[in-house]
Nanobody
Framework: QVQLVESGGGLVQPGGSLRLSCAAS????????MAWYRQAPGKQRELVAH???????NYADSVKGRFAISVDNTKNTVYLQMNGLKPGDTAVYYCNSGPPSGPIYTWGQGTQVTVSS
């Protein structure tokens, strides 16, 4: 099995920044095609950003220009740099494999991001 542990969330004011981390461990050989998802109360989980094995990145229109996904293969860790945070970004953020085959791993606990003044 693969374990995914998200961290780095918190309470920030609008315009603030956070850096989320997702540490992968267990039976995974190498992280590839990873993604960040988020789920707000009353909303379906949505894909926020993903990065392919070739390091190509893709972002939801709502976060483009503000968020940046990256991966450190030596640490099996995926990051999400979040700048210019808005109240609409408030959600629990999760990592997992990305499309088209993903998400395929068991979801971690996620990390709460709250943007409020």
């Amino acid at each position: 099995q693969v374990q995914l542990v998200e961290s780095g969330g918190g309470l920030v004011q609008p315009g603030g920044s956070l850096r989320l981390s997702c540490a992968a461990s267990g039976s995974i050989y190498r992280i590839r095609n990873m993604a960040w998802y988020r789920q707000a109360p009353g909303k379906q989980r949505e894909l926020v950003a993903h990065i392919t094995s070739g390091a190509t990145t893709n972002y939801a229109d709502s976060v483009k220009g503000r968020f940046a996904i990256s991966v450190d293969n030596t640490k099996n860790t995926v990051y999400l740099q979040m700048n210019g945070l808005k109240p609409g970004d408030t959600a629990v953020y999760y990592c997992n494999s990305g499309p088209p085959s993903g998400p395929i791993y068991t979801w971690g606990q996620g990390t709460q991001v709250t943007v409020s003044s």
